[in-house]
């Protein structure tokens, strides 16, 4: 994949593979992965469940390691997890012994107390959650929860946002809210975002780019850019012939 | 006398069935009582039918509570028990807590110490009043320390087990925003391990009221359970004994109804709820 695009790409992973080993015998789930990502995109990384997309995804940020290859940014060799790029898990990494205001304050530690306040407050009011400040996550539905954990990321300003099926849980209205919520962060705040999603028509509401990935072993079948503008009609040509495209790509029929 | 307690226990069962017409506000009331006058009905047959002289029935026990109360003995001793048990049960929660979050998380420390742990937890603390009293003497020192005794693995262990089950998200989210030290303790893994934490104090304050009453029978001159031991003694005084067994089971209640407040803090509700 060469893009147009002339600066250094922001994210580059280096033939990425990974095995675990399982009861003597070894389970290869990723091979060769390699990818570059520009500053700003919004990549998707879509496959079938047990494809290997959480394993990559633990890789770049630094979580897991990998058996063999390497993830650059901004150049360097990405060695461990880093406030710079933060992740957003799917089973809630929010700390439920802590109200909304204190999680979303977790990655200010540094700052004094009247900047915190100033950033948590304008972080919570982004994501929809004023008034909520001193609620505790247990008082929380699964969205709200889940826009607990979007503002705890986007309070430290990170380059690079990593989301593991951030969604998942959620029903698909408050789903599909959450989509269009992240979209319009993303336009504002110009981040890098890396989305796992096993979804296909939430990796067209979101990426510029959709990373298809083969069943595991996990190798990229093919890069899909999706060159729609948001808002997104999810009832176009174009919509449909990429959602052809990816049915196609996954090996899944797509007449039922 | 007899016919009281046949009343009683009529009374009680007609009780238990008409409970479904009473308001559902009662009825968590009712149901217990009406059992326990059944269980008191049928001890105060059990007695009157075997004829027994020294075995108290539930009015000479009642009797023998009010003795009791007069008397300046009962406070004494249960200041004496509780002095211990308080003692005893903080300075093994404040070498407890500590040791245990160390060792869950740090898995060289655990490796070391665990083994050692679960060596010495199954020894009962009733097993260590000799040595209690050969380093201590009779009194609150050798008292103050089986409850330590009792009440420090319950708590270590949990403490343990509760560090250990930090969930992978809580540990990564910690990791990625740079928590180390001692702010990694007081921001994640503390918080994350007090809801087990509170459960293990409140099983280590359970134990240490069944092991102090044993102690004081055995190598102490005061206490709840010494006043057991000297009422048989002292002329097999038996309603007085299981006199101070009732009293024994209703502080048991409150200190468990006391610990169990700390479960309603925001910070570790949702460690209870929704399991
Ligand atoms: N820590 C691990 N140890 C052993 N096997 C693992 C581990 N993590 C993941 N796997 C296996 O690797 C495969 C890919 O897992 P994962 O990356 O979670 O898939 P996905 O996120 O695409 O559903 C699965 O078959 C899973 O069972
Ligand atoms: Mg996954």
Redesign the pocket.
């Known amino acids: 994949m060469t893009s147009a695009n002339q600066e250094p790409a922001k994210v580059v992973f280096n033939g990425i593979s990974k095995s ?1 080993g ?1 009861k003597g015998e070894s ?1 290869r ?1 990723l091979e060769d992965i390699n990818l570059e990502v520009q500053d700003g995109e919004f990549i998707c990384l879509l ?1 079938p ?7 990559l995804l633990n890789i770049v940020a630094g979580f897991e390691e990998s058996d063999a290859g390497s993830v650059t940014i901004d150049g360097e060799i990405v060695a461990g997890p880093n406030p710079q790029r933060v992740f957003v898990f799917q089973e809630y990494g929010i700390f439920p012994w802590a109200s909304v205001w204190d999680n979303v304050a977790l990655g200010l530690r540094h700052l004094s107390e009247q900047e915190r306040a100033k950033i948590v407050e304008a972080t919570i009011s982004m994501v929809g959650l004023s008034g909520f400040e001193a609620a505790y996550p247990m008082e929380l539905s699964g969205g709200m929860k889940q826009r607990v954990e979007v503002a705890r990321a986007l309070a430290v300003s990170p380059d690079v946002i990593y989301m593991d099926e951030p969604f998942g849980a959620l029903d698909s209205l408050t789903r599909l809210g959450m989509r269009a919520e992240i979209v319009r962060i993303w336009q504002q705040e110009k981040k890098t975002i890396l989305f ?1 999603t096993h979804d296909v028509d939430e990796s067209i509401q979101l990426a510029d780019r959709i990373v298809v990935l083969t069943e ?1 072993p996990g190798r990229i079948a093919d890069i899909v850019e999706v060159g729609l503008e948001h808002p997104r009609d999810l009832g176009s040509g174009e919509y449909g012939a990429i959602k052809n495209r990816l049915y196609d790509l996954l090996g899944v029929a797509h007449t039922i | 006398m007899t016919w009281v307690f046949i009343a009683m226990i009529v009374l009680a069962a007609a009780g238990v069935k008409l409970q479904d017409s009473l308001r559902d506000s009662l009825r968590p009331l009712v149901a217990p009582l009406c059992v326990a006058m059944i269980g008191v009905g049928l001890w105060g047959l059990a007695v009157i039918w075997t004829g027994s002289r020294v075995f108290p029935g539930p009015l000479q026990t009642c009797l023998g509570l009010a003795e009791l109360i007069e008397s300046e003995r009962l406070w004494g001793d249960i200041i004496a028990s509780l002095f211990r048990v308080t003692w005893g049960f903080f300075l093994a929660a404040s070498v407890g807590i500590p040791l245990g979050l160390v060792v869950g998380w740090n898995m060289r420390v655990f490796t070391a110490m665990n083994p050692i742990i679960q060596g010495l937890r199954p020894i009962s603390p009733i097993a260590w009043i000799p040595i209690a009293i050969l380093w201590f003497g009779i009194g609150d020192g050798a008292g103050i320390f089986l409850i330590f005794l009792s009440a420090f693995f319950p708590i270590a262990v949990g403490t343990t087990a509760a560090v250990r089950n930090i969930s992978l998200v809580h540990q990564r989210s910690a990791e990625n925003f740079g928590l180390a030290g001692l702010e990694l303790f007081r921001r994640v893994v503390f918080p994350a391990a007090m809801p087990q934490i509170i459960t293990s104090l409140r099983i280590a304050l359970g134990v240490a009221w069944l092991v102090i009453v044993a102690a004081e029978m055995v190598g102490m001159d005061s206490g709840l359970g010494y006043l057991i031991n000297d009422a048989r003694n002292a002329g097999s005084r038996y309603d007085l004994v299981v006199a101070t067994m009732v009293v024994i089971g209703m502080i048991g209640i409150v200190l468990d109804l006391l610990i169990r407040q700390l479960e309603r803090f925001d910070e570790v509700r949702w460690g209870y709820e929704k399991r």
């Open positions: 675990f399982r389970l789930v496959g469940s047990g494809c290997g997309k959480s394993t796992v595991r």
